[in-house]
């Protein structure tokens, strides 16, 4: 498999998490993401893949997979050991809710386009920019913080092993740290987060500062 991925993406995190959680390997094929002249934004990644987001996965049979939700859940399929779901339909449901909350309803407002836009339709600076970021991510975090806290029902967000909720929540948190946001301000996402940076598979796939 071959990944197309950038270090300080949290979509792209959330993959490699999973791949590590699963103890399988893809080759990282990194692609810029930050400048109006940024790889993902040429025609030549975007023959690959035509969003022009990262990351995408290229499986070991050619076929190009997009959108880090889908392929967290391919991997899980095709290596079911240990599984990234619940065993319960409900749990399951609240699993991908979680992870929706925060992929296309916080993340989906940050990534380094948006930005652009901003600042070329609306002629928003770097610090209005992080204004819009902070909004956002305090917004959808103290939403995901209700939601974890009404049906919390163990040690991580959804049971008492991390799964697809987690890989979502801690690309997600780390990166609202940087923001200067304190995790105690959310107590439940605070202390999943801290249970989280004690296995390696989510501590060495963080995602990376921005330089």
Same mark, same amino acid.
């Given at each position: ?150 049906? !919390?029902?163990?040690? =991580?967000?959804?049971?008492?092993? *991390?799964? %697809? /909720? @987690? $890989? ?5 948190? #780390?990166?609202? !740290?940087?923001?200067? =946001?304190?995790?105690?301000?959310? *107590?439940? %996402? /605070? @202390? $999943? ?5 004690? #296995? ?12």
């Amino acid at each position: 498999m071959k990944l197309y991925q950038n270090e300080i993406s949290s979509a792209t995190s959330r993959v490699r998490i999973a791949l590590a959680l699963k103890g399988l390997t893809a080759e990282a094929l990194p692609v810029s993401i930050l400048g109006e002249d940024a790889e993902s934004r040429q025609a030549g990644y975007r023959s690959v893949n035509p969003q022009g987001l990262v990351p995408a996965l290229l499986t070991d049979s050619g076929v190009l997979l997009t959108q880090s939700l889908a392929i967290v859940e391919y991997l899980d399929e095709i290596q079911p050991e240990p599984p990234l779901l619940p065993d319960t339909a409900e749990g399951r449901a609240q699993a991908r809710s979680i992870a929706l909350a925060i992929a296309a309803e916080i993340h989906a407002l940050l990534p380094p386009r948006i930005g652009l836009h901003l600042g070329k339709v609306f002629q928003a600076d770097a610090d209005a920019i992080t204004a819009w970021n902070r909004h956002w991510v305090g917004e959808g975090m103290a939403a995901v913080e209700t939601m974890i806290a009404g049906r !919390r029902p163990g040690a =991580f967000a959804v049971g008492d092993q *991390p799964g %697809i /909720a @987690e $890989i979502f929540l801690f690309p997600q948190a #780390i990166s609202a !740290r940087r923001l200067g =946001f304190d995790l105690a301000s959310w *107590p439940n %996402i /605070a @202390e $999943i987060v801290a249970r989280l940076e004690g #296995i390696p598979a989510f501590q060495e796939n963080a995602p990376a500062p921005r330089r």
